[in-house]
C-alpha cells in the first residue's frame, strides 16, 4: 500500500486494524507499566489488546469487500472483547468509529477525520462522570488533530494529523491528574490509544513491527490500593431492561461505573466490594455469558512482583515457580494463595501461546511448572514449554479441580522435575464436578450408556469433564452426581458461579452436609464462568 492514500477500501481498513492489534502488543507491557489511574487496575495495555484482539477475530470472519461488514466487526468484535475500564472505553471509541464508516464505500480524509469525532464523542458518552487526564481527554486530541489543518487531503495525512493532536493531549495528561503528576508518567489508556492510531499508519507506510522496549519499573510501585476491592465485569445478552436502567441499577454498588451495548449485548464493568451480589443483580436481567472478577488488591502486589522480579539477585531466584490458567474471582484467589501467577481464561475464553509463555517469563523462579486446568488448554500450554527451552513444565491437569489438587502440592524450595511427578499423583486424586446449561438440543449417550434427551438451556452435570447427567436443577445436579460418586472423600468444596448468591451457597452446602455427614463441606463464591457451581471430592 503507497504512502500517500486518497482514500481506503474495506480490506485496507481491515488490515490497518489487525496491524493496530500487533503494534499494541508490542507495547502491551509498557502501557501497563505506566498505570495508575485507578491504582490496583493494573492491567491497561492487556485489556486494551485483548479488545483488539477480539476485533481481529471478528475480521477474520467478515466479508472484507463489504465496509459495513468490517465495521460490524470492529464494533462487535471490541464489545465483546472488552475488558477492564480501559478496554471498554476503547469499544465505545471504536463503535463510534464504525458506526461513521459503515454507510461508505470507501473512507477518504473527511470521512475518516469524522470516524476519530464519533469515537470521541462515543467514548465521552459511555463514561458517566468524564475525568479529563485520561483516554477521553486523549481520544479529544486525537480527534481535534484529525480534524484540523493537515498537509493533504489523504487518510494518512489525517492519521499523522490525529497522531500529532493526540500526543499533545497525552503529554499535558500528568498536569490534569495528580496521579500521573506523582508518578511522573502519561496516562497509560491514552497512550495505549496512540499505538492503536500508530498501528493504523503503520499499516499504510508498510512499517516493521518495532521491537518490545524493556520494562524497568512500574508506575504503580509508589501506590497503595483504592476503596473498592473488585474489578468486576459481565457481558450479558437478551437483556430485558434498557442499558440506562441497567446502569442505574448497578451504580450503587461502587465506582469506575461503565455499561454500555449494542447488538442485543450488554457489557458492564464497576469496581465494588460486593461482586457477588452486583452479578446476581443484574443476572435477573437477561442471560450472563461471562464474567470476570479481579482481586485488584491481588493483582497489584502481583504487579508489583514483576516489577522487582528483574532486579532480584540471582541467588534469590526459586527452584520453582507456578502459573495457572483459571477463571472466577474465588478460583484465581485460591490459586494465587497457593503461590501460583495467573493467566486468565478457561472453557470458552482459552488463552493464547503468548499468554502463557508471557506468565511464565514475569515469575522469578529457576523453573516454572503450568497448570493448564482445561482440556482446551493443554495444547497451548505444551507449545509455551517449547518455547520456553527448558524453562518451563507441563502438569497436564484437564480441570479445575485437578488444578487445584496439583496446586496444594506445589513447594517453591522444590526441584520442579520431582514437583511434577507429586502434582500429576496429587491431580489424580481429586474428582471435578461442573454444572452447567446445554447450549443447544442434542441426544448424548453417556459412557455408561444412559442415554440423555437435552434441550437447549437445561441443566446439565459433567463428571472430570464427561457429560453424565442432565435435568433439574443445579443443586439437584450436585447432589445426584455426588451421590453416585462419593467414596467416603473427606472434603467437598463447593464453588458458586456468577449468578449464585451466597445464601443459594449456604443452602446447597447445608444439603451436601445433611446427605454426607462425615465430609467436611467447604463453599465459596467466584467459581468460574458460565457454570452454576464447580464442586470437588478429594
Known amino acids: 500500500m503507497p504512502e500517500h492514500v486518497a482514500s481506503l477500501k474495506p480490506a485496507d481498513l481491515a488490515k490497518m486494524m489487525r496491524t493496530a492489534t500487533d503494534w499494541l502488543g508490542v507495547y502491551r507491557e509498557q502501557v501497563n507499566a505506566l498505570n495508575v489511574y485507578p491504582v490496583p487496575d493494573g492491567d491497561t495495555g492487556t485489556n486494551m489488546h485483548l479488545t483488539m484482539q477480539s ?43 464504525a458506526e461513521v464508516v459503515r454507510d461508505r464505500s470507501q473512507v477518504d480524509a473527511d470521512t475518516l477525520a ?29 480527534a481535534d488533530g484529525a480534524n484540523g489543518p493537515r498537509d493533504r487531503d489523504t487518510v494518512d495525512s489525517v492519521l499523522e494529523a490525529a497522531l500529532f493532536g493526540g500526543q499533545a493531549l497525552l503529554d499535558k495528561t500528568p498536569e490534569m491528574l495528580p496521579a500521573l503528576k506523582q508518578a511522573g508518567v502519561i496516562d497509560s489508556g491514552g497512550q495505549g490509544y496512540l499505538y492503536v492510531v500508530q498501528g493504523m499508519l503503520a499499516a499504510l507506510r508498510g512499517d516493521e513491527l518495532p521491537e518490545a522496549p524493556e520494562i524497568t519499573s512500574y508506575a504503580q510501585e509508589g501506590f497503595e ?36 451495548g449494542a447488538e442485543g449485548y450488554v457489557k458492564g464493568h464497576i469496581h465494588t466490594n460486593e461482586p457477588d451480589a452486583l452479578l446476581a443483580t443484574v443476572g435477573r436481567y437477561g442471560k450472563m455469558l461471562k464474567t470476570k472478577v479481579e482481586d485488584m488488591a491481588e493483582q497489584h502486589t502481583e504487579i508489583l512482583g514483576m516489577a522487582g522480579a528483574a532486579a532480584r539477585a540471582e541467588e534469590e531466584i526459586a527452584p520453582s515457580g507456578l502459573v495457572a490458567v483459571a477463571s472466577g474471582y474465588g478460583l ?12 486468565s481464561g478457561g472453557q470458552t475464553a482459552n488463552p493464547s501461546v503468548q499468554d502463557i509463555v508471557d506468565a511464565v517469563r514475569s515469575v522469578s523462579a529457576e523453573k516454572v511448572l503450568i497448570l493448564p486446568n482445561n482440556k482446551n488448554v493443554l495444547m497451548a500450554a505444551e507449545k509455551a514449554m517449547e518455547l520456553m527451552e527448558g524453562r518451563a513444565v507441563v502438569v497436564p491437569t484437564r480441570t479445575l479441580g485437578q488444578g487445584i489438587g496439583a496446586a496444594l502440592a506445589f513447594q517453591p524450595d522444590a526441584d520442579a522435575e520431582s514437583l511434577r511427578a507429586e502434582m500429576e499423583a496429587a491431580a489424580a486424586r481429586v474428582t471435578t464436578f461442573e454444572v452447567t446449561r ?37 443443586e439437584d445436579s450436585v447432589l445426584h452426581m455426588l451421590n453416585r460418586n462419593y467414596g467416603g472423600q473427606e472434603v ?40 452454576d457451581y464447580l464442586v470437588t471430592i478429594e
Open 438 to 474: 446445554a447450549s443447544r438440543t442434542t441426544n448424548i449417550t453417556t459412557k455408561e450408556g444412559v442415554t440423555l434427551a437435552i434441550a437447549e438451556g437445561d441443566v446439565i452435570g459433567l463428571r472430570d469433564d464427561e457429560l453424565v447427567q442432565a435435568g433439574g436443577t443445579p
Open 225 to 260: 490500593t483504592e476503596e473498592f476491592g473488585y474489578c468486576t465485569e459481565f457481558l450479558m445478552s437478551e437483556a430485558q431492561k434498557p442499558i440506562e436502567e441497567i446502569r442505574e441499577l448497578v451504580s450503587p454498588f461502587g465506582d469506575s461505573l461503565l455499561v454500555v
Open 114 to 142: 469524522a470516524a476519530f469525532r464519533a469515537a470521541q464523542k462515543a467514548g465521552y458518552g459511555a463514561v458517566m462522570k468524564p475525568v479529563e487526564g485520561t483516554i477521553l481527554t486523549v481520544a479529544r486530541g486525537v
Open 55 to 97: 476485533v481481529r477475530r471478528e475480521l477474520d470472519t467478515c466479508d472484507e469487500n463489504s465496509m459495513a461488514s468490517v465495521a460490524r466487526a470492529i464494533s462487535y468484535g471490541a464489545l465483546l472483547g472488552a475488558r477492564g475500564n480501559s478496554g471498554v472505553i476503547l469499544s465505545q471509541l471504536l463503535k463510534g468509529f
Open 492 to 531: 467437598i468444596t463447593v464453588f458458586g458461579g456468577p449468578q449464585k448468591t451466597g445464601e443459594d451457597l449456604d443452602a446447597l452446602a447445608a444439603r451436601i452436609g445433611q446427605e454426607f455427614p462425615m465430609a467436611e463441606v467447604e463453599a465459596h463464591a467466584g467459581g468460574p464462568d458460565l457454570y
Open 332 to 343: 484465581v484467589k485460591l490459586f494465587r494463595s497457593l503461590g501460583a501467577r495467573i493467566v
